[in-house]
């Protein structure tokens, strides 16, 4: 039972963690070391991300925000997470 309580307050406390925005504009994007990058949007998040820069871990998001980029369509839906250090982590990207 303790087991169960745990992995419900972790799984509450992920949820608060996560972010969402909707109709944003990219402005440039980049590839950093070997497994991902980042990306800057015209519209301010908020919460604020440091330096306004969304990380993220895997490369097929970069194909979606190329596609985006180049296609001059917006991210329909962003979902990313806050750290304590003020850098932000995309875990969803979807474009119109």
Known sequence: MKKISTMFFLLLSWAANAEEASNL???NFGVQGAAGGY???A???VPSCL???VYFAHNNHLSTLLA???AGKKLSRL???KEA???CN???IEIE
Request: aromatic share 12%.
């Open 25 to 27: 504009t990219i402005t």
């Open 39 to 41: 990306f800057r949007l």
């Open 43 to 45: 519209q301010p998040l």
């Open 51 to 53: 330096y306004d820069v």
């Open 68 to 70: 985006a980029k180049l």
């Open 79 to 81: 979902t990313y997470s």
């Open 85 to 87: 250090n003020g850098t």
């Open 90 to 92: 995309a875990s969803l």
